[in-house]
């Protein structure tokens, strides 16, 4: 159960573009198209922002998007705002049925 | 609207017990699997168990297996967590989720949180 790999920081400036990346193996992101994104804002608890790679729970900005290449997915800001500012995080469904998620990255708009 | 409340948290002293609730509203309880999943102060997510719609399927991180025990209520809405044999380490705010397979696995919806503390 060794948790995913994310970037610790990521920062854009305001109506840019940034990824974050997190990277499993074959056992966990590589293996299935179970990633899943969150977004927490301090003191909140975190919030579905992208689930199965790519697909947008209803409610959420079209300017979160998520893609997966072997072992890394990948969660997308467009146009990028001051709310954007928050961690996030991925998780993945393993095959060993657990559920895994990733160390978390602080998204900074400068 | 999907609520799930938790409670149940405290200061305990390290070797204690503690039984931690989640109560779900606005949602079909028994149609959802269910899990628990903390965050120690300043640090990230970490998922501690979860339980299948009729508690026959349950799988629990490596840190945690032996210790602690999830269980649910279906007609009180109502999820638990046992822990035992606590530890520092185990500080922590709480929080319940529902964990929808059928869409990829996603903790679509989550409750506040319930701290945790652990210490002499």
């Known amino acids: 159960q060794s948790a995913l790999t994310q970037p610790a920081s990521v920062s854009g400036s305001p109506g840019q573009s940034i990824t974050i990346s997190c990277t499993g193996t074959?056992?966990?992101?590589?293996?299935?198209?179970?990633v899943s994104w969150y977004q927490q804002h301090p003191g909140e608890a975190p919030k579905l922002m992208i689930h199965?790679?790519?697909d947008r729970p209803s409610g959420i900005s079209n300017r979160f998007s998520g893609s997966k290449s072997g072992s890394t997915a990948s969660l997308t800001i467009s146009g990028l705002q001051a709310e954007d500012e928050a961690d996030y995080y991925c998780?993945?469904?393993?095959?060993?049925?657990?559920?895994?998620f990733g160390g978390g990255t602080k998204v900074t708009v400068l | 609207q999907v609520q799930l409340v938790e409670s149940g948290g405290g200061l305990v002293k390290p070797g204690g017990s503690l039984r931690l609730s989640c109560e779900a509203s606005?949602?079909?309880?028994?149609?959802?699997?269910m899990s628990w999943i903390r965050q120690a102060p300043g640090k990230g997510l970490e998922w501690v168990s979860y339980?299948?719609?009729?508690?026959?399927?349950?799988y629990y991180a490596d840190s945690v297996r032996g210790r602690f025990t999830i269980s649910r209520d279906n007609a009180k809405n109502s999820l638990f967590l046992q822990m035992n044999s606590l530890r520092a380490e185990d500080t922590a705010v709480y929080y319940c989720?529902?964990?929808?397979?059928?869409?990829?696995?996603?903790?679509?919806?989550w409750g506040q949180g319930t701290l945790v503390s652990v210490s002499s």
């Open positions: 606005g949602i079909t309880f028994s149609h959802y699997y």
């Open positions: 199965r790679v790519s």
């Open positions: 998780s993945s469904y393993t095959s060993s049925s657990d559920m895994v």
């Open positions: 339980i299948s719609t009729g508690s026959s399927t349950i």
């Open positions: 989720a529902t964990l929808s397979y059928s869409i990829g696995w996603p903790f679509d919806s």
């Open positions: 074959s056992s966990d992101v590589g293996g299935f198209n179970y």
